[in-house]
Nanobody, 129 residues
Framework: QVQLVESGGGLVQPGDSLRLSCAAS????????IGWFRQAPGKEREGVSC????????GYSDSVKGRFTISRDNAKNTVYLQIDSLKPEDTALYYC??????????????????????WGQGTQVTVSS
């Protein structure tokens, strides 16, 4: 089993930045890729970014490209999501997820959640003036 714990969310103003963290524990040696997803009230869950733990290859959904940056620290079993120029539409519960097989896959600008086996509880990001 793999446990994932997100942190770093909060209430921020438009234009601010945040760095979210996803700390993994358990059978992390078997994890190949970590992804970040978000779900806003009344909307479907959306994949925003992913990164391969082995080679660091990363991908982003079209909706966040240019403002979100994903990175990893394998020594700490932690993946980060830097979010810049926050907008009210970024308000959502942000989850990290892990999968055992396959790298970071972005198809037609979309990251699909069905490939991911393990999920954290999420951290809330609220962007409001």
């Amino acid at each position: 089993q793999v446990q994932l714990v997100e942190s770093g969310g909060g209430l921020v103003q438009p234009g601010d930045s945040l760095r979210l963290s996803c700390a993994a524990s358990g059978f992390t040696w078997n994890v190949n890729t970590i992804g970040w997803f978000r779900q806003a009230p009344g909307k479907e869950r959306e994949g925003v970014s992913c990164i391969s733990r082995r080679d660091g290859r990363a991908g982003y959904s079209d909706s966040v490209k240019g403002r979100f940056t994903i990175s990893r620290d394998n020594a700490k079993n932690t993946v980060y999501l830097q979010i810049d120029s926050l907008k009210p539409e970024d308000t959502a519960l942000y989850y990290c997820a892990a999968k055992n097989f396959g790298g970071c896959t972005v198809l037609a600008g979309t990251i699909f959640s069905y490939e991911y086996n393990y999920w954290g509880q999420g951290t809330q990001v609220t962007v409001s003036s």
